[in-house]
């Protein structure tokens, strides 16, 4: 399957960027990734990208690993949720954040800045597999749609679906979808992917890129970090080439499966959910 609206999705975000005059600059300040240690936060509730609060295992681990081994600097995780990630860039809890955060001009404007990006993901709906027939747009019609609060999910419409619930988490999504409080949940078609496979037969994935736009997932630092996200970029460059569709096929097996393509001209997984290099030079160090 192709990538569903690419154009249209990295063309806007370009043009925010602009818009927020969002132009490189040296970076005066001491680097952050120096230290003893680097504290990166991780959300607990994404299978297949950080899942599990004792023992974390995705594909958001293994990129932190890979950080920890490229920088030769041990790395500490701290749970947070989607709505923590910038206050604790911003407070100091955490040096990174890896835990799916897109990149967005807004958040650039908040004083985030991104390295990356490592992926690219569609966003889609996530229903029960035996739940009410939603195979239309228009079966969406007064359906409840559930989305985590601070998430780009949460500021994109679904015509004629009630978008009013936003829990804190995308598990507590699950966790009302699977009691029937809600008839689907609306994010990156990723993290939906890890929760069929985390859960088999109980959910299934639809509208993949129907809705809102490609997500693109960076490495969160504070801004005027301007060397230190270069530096992390390096470190993204090579794990893209050389680690990236082993922990991909080994984390989300999913969505690896969804997107193998029938024809050769589709392309595979990587045609969808892999950055090109241009990505990098549009979207990372804007700050």
Not at 129 to 154: E, H, N, Q
Not at 211 to 225: H, M
Request: proline share 5%; glycine share 10%; charged share 20%.
């Amino acid at each position: 399957m192709p990538r569903t609206g690419t154009q249209r999705g990295l063309a806007t975000l370009t043009a925010l960027f602009a818009l927020a005059g969002c132009g490189t600059s040296s970076s005066t300040a001491t680097s952050s990734l120096t230290g003893s240690t680097i504290v990166v936060g991780i959300v607990d509730d994404a299978p297949g990208l950080a899942f599990g609060d004792r023992n974390p295992a995705g594909f958001d681990i293994d990129l932190m690993n890979a950080v920890r081994e490229k920088l030769g600097t041990p790395v500490a995780p701290t749970i947070l949720t989607a709505a923590d990630r910038a206050g604790y860039l911003k407070s100091k809890k955490a040096t990174l954040v890896i835990s799916s955060y897109s990149i967005t001009a807004r958040r650039n404007k908040e004083g985030i800045d991104f390295a990356g990006p490592y992926m690219v993901s569609p966003q889609a709906l996530l229903v029960r597999a035996r739940g009410p027939r939603i195979a239309a747009k228009s079966d969406l019609k007064g359906k409840s749609v559930c989305t985590a609060k601070t998430t780009t999910g949460s500021t994109v419409p679904i015509p004629g679906a009630d978008m009013s619930t936003h829990p804190a988490t995308t598990r507590d999504c699950v966790d009302l979808l699977t009691s029937g409080r809600t008839d689907a949940v609306f994010t990156d078609a990723l993290i939906l992917y890890g929760y069929t496979h985390a859960y088999p037969g109980q959910f299934k994935v639809i509208f993949s890129g129907v809705f809102g736009e490609l997500q693109y997932y960076g490495i969160g630092l504070l801004g005027n970090r301007h060397a230190d996200c270069l530096k992390l970029n390096d470190v993204i460059s090579d794990y893209l080439r050389t680690q990236w569709r082993h922990d991909f096929l080994d984390t989300l097996q999913d969505a690896a499966a969804a997107y193998r393509a029938s024809d050769a001209s589709a392309g595979d997984f990587e045609s969808q959910f892999k950055p090109k290099d241009s990505d990098m030079a549009n979207l990372s160090c804007k700050l």
